[in-house]
């Protein structure tokens, strides 16, 4: 089974838990802080992907570093870590928070642009984009790329819509070449 899969299965085993028990906006944050951390610190992960260093070590880890944290998370990172599954965990969370998101009608889209984008900017373009995906709203991430010469490319989930030059050329170019066929 594939290891995406796998990691959608525990988001969504959470994620109904974490409705059942009204706590899901709760467990989202928390989850957020434990993607951060395991981001923020690569030793951390190395420690948990570590075969030599025991299962209840591991979890004592957990245990110690996310104290404050609900039983639902501090049991679901052990079950993951009894399962040997240590390498799912930042894919399981970016699973739950993408349904936490469904949820309000949000989706998160990269947006490349030549420049940084002002909010106003930002604003627009989730306003403009949000339904081509019938989505409420746009959580929006910034990348600039210089090779667009101008214009933005928007990426939503697997649809992308290329209004930047670059793509424009691009298009021409393929127009041309199978014309002269």
Do not use: C, W
Not at 74 to 85: A, C, E, G, Q, S
Not at 105 to 122: C, F, H, N, P, Q
Not at 146 to 155: D, F
Not at 168 to 180: A, D, I, P, T, Y
């Amino acid at each position: 089974m594939s290891e995406t899969v796998v990691a959608k299965r525990y988001a969504q085993a959470l994620f109904q838990l974490a409705q059942e028990r009204k706590k899901v906006e709760q467990i989202g944050e928390e989850l957020r802080t434990v993607r951060e951390v395991l981001r923020g610190n690569p030793s951390v992960y190395t420690f948990l992907k570590h075969p030599k260093i025991t299962t209840e070590d591991k979890k004592r880890v957990f245990s110690n570093s996310f104290q404050g944290m609900t039983t639902e998370v501090l049991n679901t990172l052990n079950l993951i870590v009894d399962r040997h599954r240590e390498d799912l965990i930042i894919d399981m969370i970016s699973e739950f928070l993408t349904k936490i998101d469904n949820q309000k009608g949000i989706a998160e889209a990269t947006v490349y642009s030549v420049r940084e984008l002002s909010d106003d900017e930002k604003q627009q373009i989730s306003k403009t984009f949000a339904p081509k995906v019938e989505k409420q709203s746009l959580n929006i991430t910034n990348i600039i790329d210089s090779s667009l010469l101008g214009g933005i490319r928007v990426k939503i989930g697997n649809r992308i819509f290329d209004g930047s030059v670059s793509g424009k050329l691009h298009r021409m170019e393929r127009e041309l070449v199978s014309n002269k066929r």
